[in-house]
Protein backbone atom coordinates (compact mmCIF):
# COMPACT_ATOMS: atom_id res chain seq x y z
CA UNK A 1 0.00 0.00 0.00
CA UNK A 2 1.04 3.39 -0.71
CA UNK A 3 2.27 4.95 2.39
CA UNK A 4 2.26 8.51 1.05
CA UNK A 5 -0.54 11.06 1.72
CA UNK A 6 -3.30 12.06 -0.82
CA UNK A 7 -4.52 15.45 -1.05
CA UNK A 8 -7.83 14.55 0.26
CA UNK A 9 -6.09 12.94 2.87
CA UNK A 10 -3.70 15.93 3.51
CA UNK A 11 -7.08 18.24 3.69
CA UNK A 12 -9.22 15.53 6.02
CA UNK A 13 -5.86 16.01 8.26
CA UNK A 14 -6.16 20.10 8.04
CA UNK A 15 -9.70 20.28 8.43
CA UNK A 16 -9.58 18.30 11.58
CA UNK A 17 -7.01 20.30 13.07
CA UNK A 18 -9.22 23.09 12.03
CA UNK A 19 -12.51 22.13 13.93
CA UNK A 20 -10.22 21.31 16.86
CA UNK A 21 -8.54 24.39 17.55
CA UNK A 22 -12.11 26.60 17.09
CA UNK A 23 -13.64 24.05 19.67
CA UNK A 24 -10.52 24.73 22.43
CA UNK A 25 -10.65 28.33 21.40
CA UNK A 26 -14.19 28.25 21.88
CA UNK A 27 -14.88 26.31 24.96
CA UNK A 28 -11.10 28.32 26.51
CA UNK A 29 -13.20 31.18 26.59
CA UNK A 30 -16.60 30.13 28.39
CA UNK A 31 -14.30 28.06 30.48
CA UNK A 32 -12.14 31.42 31.55
CA UNK A 33 -15.21 34.13 32.15
CA UNK A 34 -15.42 33.94 35.75
CA UNK A 35 -18.34 35.30 38.26
CA UNK A 36 -17.54 37.82 40.86
CA UNK A 37 -20.06 38.47 43.34
CA UNK A 38 -20.43 41.63 45.15
CA UNK A 39 -22.12 41.49 48.43
CA UNK A 40 -24.66 44.64 49.51
CA UNK A 41 -24.75 44.83 53.05
CA UNK A 42 -26.06 47.06 56.11
CA UNK A 43 -22.84 46.77 57.74
CA UNK A 44 -19.31 45.37 57.24
CA UNK A 45 -17.52 46.10 60.57
CA UNK A 46 -18.05 49.63 61.49
CA UNK A 47 -19.04 50.65 58.05
CA UNK A 48 -22.77 51.30 57.25
CA UNK A 49 -24.13 50.49 53.87
CA UNK A 50 -21.34 49.42 51.91
CA UNK A 51 -20.55 47.08 49.01
CA UNK A 52 -18.86 43.91 50.00
CA UNK A 53 -16.34 44.65 47.77
CA UNK A 54 -15.31 48.57 46.88
CA UNK A 55 -13.02 47.58 44.05
CA UNK A 56 -13.14 44.96 41.83
CA UNK A 57 -11.01 43.64 39.15
CA UNK A 58 -12.13 41.54 36.25
CA UNK A 59 -11.29 40.58 32.60
CA UNK A 60 -13.65 41.39 29.34
CA UNK A 61 -16.48 39.08 29.46
CA UNK A 62 -16.23 38.38 33.41
CA UNK A 63 -20.17 38.50 34.84
CA UNK A 64 -20.46 40.22 38.57
CA UNK A 65 -23.46 39.12 40.11
CA UNK A 66 -24.97 41.82 42.80
CA UNK A 67 -26.06 39.64 45.74
CA UNK A 68 -28.59 41.21 48.07
CA UNK A 69 -27.25 39.84 50.93
CA UNK A 70 -29.41 42.58 52.86
CA UNK A 71 -32.70 44.24 51.74
CA UNK A 72 -33.09 47.29 50.29
CA UNK A 73 -30.13 47.87 47.88
CA UNK A 74 -29.34 48.35 44.39
CA UNK A 75 -26.41 48.63 41.86
CA UNK A 76 -26.47 51.37 39.64
CA UNK A 77 -24.48 53.38 37.55
CA UNK A 78 -22.76 56.51 38.45
CA UNK A 79 -23.43 59.06 35.22
CA UNK A 80 -20.34 60.03 33.43
CA UNK A 81 -18.30 56.60 35.40
CA UNK A 82 -19.52 54.32 32.19
CA UNK A 83 -16.92 53.01 29.56
CA UNK A 84 -18.07 53.76 26.31
CA UNK A 85 -20.41 51.40 24.55
CA UNK A 86 -21.27 49.80 28.13
CA UNK A 87 -24.65 49.28 28.94
CA UNK A 88 -26.15 50.98 31.65
CA UNK A 89 -26.60 48.88 35.39
CA UNK A 90 -29.57 49.02 37.22
CA UNK A 91 -30.37 46.35 39.39
CA UNK A 92 -33.58 45.29 40.88
CA UNK A 93 -34.33 45.49 44.69
CA UNK A 94 -33.72 42.32 46.68
CA UNK A 95 -33.00 40.19 43.60
CA UNK A 96 -29.97 39.18 42.53
CA UNK A 97 -28.56 40.19 39.57
CA UNK A 98 -25.66 38.92 37.22
CA UNK A 99 -24.48 41.14 34.83
CA UNK A 100 -21.43 40.58 32.26
CA UNK A 101 -19.36 43.24 31.52
CA UNK A 102 -17.73 43.26 27.53
CA UNK A 103 -16.29 46.41 27.82
CA UNK A 104 -13.26 46.95 29.28
CA UNK A 105 -12.81 50.40 31.58
CA UNK A 106 -13.93 51.93 35.25
CA UNK A 107 -17.29 51.54 35.72
CA UNK A 108 -18.67 53.38 38.93
CA UNK A 109 -21.93 51.76 40.88
CA UNK A 110 -24.01 53.30 43.56
CA UNK A 111 -26.65 52.03 45.82
CA UNK A 112 -28.98 54.98 45.07
CA UNK A 113 -30.90 54.76 48.92
CA UNK A 114 -27.86 54.80 50.02
CA UNK A 115 -25.37 56.88 47.96
CA UNK A 116 -25.23 59.58 50.65
CA UNK A 117 -23.82 57.28 52.75
CA UNK A 118 -21.17 56.90 50.55
CA UNK A 119 -22.23 52.87 49.35
CA UNK A 120 -20.22 53.11 45.61
CA UNK A 121 -18.03 50.87 44.00
CA UNK A 122 -15.36 50.18 41.23
CA UNK A 123 -15.44 47.77 38.74
CA UNK A 124 -12.14 48.05 36.73
CA UNK A 125 -12.46 45.66 33.75
CA UNK A 126 -9.57 44.40 31.37
CA UNK A 127 -6.48 46.85 30.98
CA UNK A 128 -7.63 50.39 31.79
CA UNK A 129 -4.04 52.10 32.09
CA UNK A 130 -4.45 55.36 30.39
CA UNK A 131 -7.94 55.78 31.21
CA UNK A 132 -8.84 58.56 33.06
CA UNK A 133 -11.82 59.86 34.73
CA UNK A 134 -12.74 63.58 34.84
CA UNK A 135 -14.09 63.77 39.26
CA UNK A 136 -14.77 67.50 38.75
CA UNK A 137 -17.83 66.35 36.22
CA UNK A 138 -18.82 63.41 38.38
CA UNK A 139 -22.00 64.67 40.27
CA UNK A 140 -21.73 62.57 44.36
CA UNK A 141 -22.97 63.64 47.27
CA UNK A 142 -20.07 64.17 49.43
CA UNK A 143 -19.60 61.64 51.37
CA UNK A 144 -19.81 59.42 48.41
CA UNK A 145 -17.37 61.32 46.60
CA UNK A 146 -14.56 61.47 49.37
CA UNK A 147 -14.54 58.10 49.05
CA UNK A 148 -14.87 57.77 44.78
CA UNK A 149 -11.53 59.76 45.42
CA UNK A 150 -9.88 57.55 47.32
CA UNK A 151 -11.15 54.50 45.47
CA UNK A 152 -9.86 55.67 42.55
CA UNK A 153 -6.44 56.72 43.93
CA UNK A 154 -6.33 53.00 45.45
CA UNK A 155 -6.42 52.01 41.84
CA UNK A 156 -4.00 54.24 39.88
CA UNK A 157 -1.48 54.10 42.18
CU1 LIG B 1 -27.71 50.49 49.77
Not at 140 to 147: D, E, G, M, N, Y
Request: glycine share 8%; proline share 4%.
Amino acid sequence: MDKTMTPRMIATLLFTLFLSIVIGVLSASTDEAAKHRIQMLNKSGDKKYVFGQEITRIAVGDSIIFEPTDKGHNAVTIKGMLPVGATKIKTSYNKEVEITLTEPGIYGIKCAPHVGAGMIALIIVGDVSGYYIDLAKIKLPKKAKIKMTELLDQISS
